[in-house]
């Protein structure tokens, strides 16, 4: 019988989730090195320590009944301590050491038979060369571990910017991609049960401000045909790679239709706020259901909806202008309880409900509404 849930991460995915699991009747249990972290603030407890103290692991697994993490960029040899001490730990290391590797994580993509940008792998400076020469330009560098929010890359444009971009990267390991000419960026957040169900969100649309989400438009505004074929890769990944949990496929869809996919979150996602206003059970609800060995529950949109991120600005931690966006009723305010607002950090979102088409007159209502908050000391 599950009662605590263990997670390891304490942002803004670790509150959404522990919001959810304690409306449910949960215990929560947050390890994160940061004090009064976002998902600290609403658990039952945290543990304050690295993501690698093993001390540390040990109590959250001993403390709890399940322990997930909503975070991939945390010590593998911590979920493998879990497992290796007799705890239940989910999404386990085998996905967590494809989903922290870009490169394991495209040569997995395509072991399923579903195709991703063309790619190579860059240890050395002569890699480099070669890998300009089959795949061209423009392209990007990426670290191939570690990075997250568009941190650690590198766009190129020649031979020269790869060398500075490699240099930049100190060694560590690269992949090299083609940079994609998408029509449009999606996604799909779904769920995997221990008994293979799997469940799966319409495709949203997303949209980026240099490798950070700001928006997401969802249902995504793509044909029927784009909207199953995007469904059906989110199914084959989360069944091939077994994983236990809510997950979330981030695509490419190009203008002649086809679908790349671009990288494997093996948790709740950003693009999958807005189900907690417009879903009978959010994406979060869905991982607890999922961990728990409880049904999962085939989603529904009430309404359609647009969820724009407020990112801090680098001046002054306090949000301005709440009172004149909630005058809108179809918006709902999510802020994350975080005390900095450092320039560009994920400080909460918003998402509006929209009744009929989400077009360029919602999206534009919803930028307007977004146009209408700032900060102040
Ligand atoms: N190969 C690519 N072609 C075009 N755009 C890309 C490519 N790779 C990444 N991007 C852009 O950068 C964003 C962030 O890159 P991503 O690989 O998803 O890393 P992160 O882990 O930081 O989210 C993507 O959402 C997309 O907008
Ligand atoms: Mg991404």
């Known amino acids: ?18 919001l959810e699991a304690k409306r449910m009747g949960f215990e929560v249990v947050v390890l994160d090195p940061q004090e009064h972290s976002p998902c600290g603030q609403v658990a039952d407890e945290q543990i304050v320590a690295a993501y690698d103290d093993m001390e540390a692991i040990e109590r959250l697994g001993q403390s709890t009944d399940v322990v997930t993490y909503e975070f991939e960029n945390i010590a593998i040899a911590s979920v493998e301590y879990l497992e290796q001490h007799g705890y239940h730990v989910t999404p386990t290391s085998d996905v967590l050491r494809i989903t922290q590797d870009r490169l394991l994580e495209k040569r997995f993509v395509r072991s399923c038979g579903i195709a991703t940008a063309d790619f190579a792998e860059i240890n050395r400076l002569d890699d480099l060369s070669e890998a300009s ?17 568009g941190k650690g890359q590198w766009r190129i444009q020649s031979l020269d910017e790869g060398r500075a971009a490699f240099s930049a990267a100190k060694g560590a390991k690269l992949i090299y991609e083609r ?10 957040v779904a769920t995997r049960g221990a008994n293979d169900a799997v469940v799966c969100y319409p495709a949203g649309e997303n949209t980026h401000d240099r490798g950070i989400l700001t928006m997401t438009v969802a249902p995504a505004r793509i044909s029927d045909n784009a909207r199953l074929r995007a469904r059906t890769i989110a199914t084959t990944i989360g069944k091939k790679l077994h994983i236990v949990g809510t997950y979330c496929v981030e695509l490419f869809l190009l203008a002649n ?30 991982h607890v259901r999922a961990i728990c060995d409880l049904p999962l529950a085939e989603p529904k949109l009430e309404s359609n909806a647009i969820m724009m991120n407020i990112l801090g600005a680098g001046k002054g931690d306090h949000l ?3 009172d004149e966006l909630l005058t809108d009723p179809s918006i709902v305010l999510h802020m994350y309880g975080k005390r900095h607002a450092v320039n560009r950090r994920k400080m909460g979102h918003f998402t509006m409900l929209v009744d009929g088409a989400v077009d360029e007159p919602a999206i534009a209502r919803a930028k307007a509404a977004h146009a209408k908050l700032g900060w102040q000391d």
């Open 1 to 18: 019988m599950i009662r605590r849930i263990g997670v390891i991460g304490g942002g803004q995915l670790g509150r959404m989730f522990a």
């Open 257 to 286: 239709g086809e679908l790349l996919v671009n990288e494997i979150a093996p948790r709740p996602h950003n693009s999958g706020h807005y189900t907690i206003d417009v879903t009978q059970c959010s994406q979060y609800e869905q």
């Open 133 to 149: 020469m089959s795949i061209g330009f423009p392209a990007i560098l990426k670290t191939a571990r570690g990075g997250y929010d």
């Open 179 to 188: 940079v994609v000419p998408f029509a449009r960026e999606l996604s799909v």
């Open 320 to 322: 301005t202008g709440e």
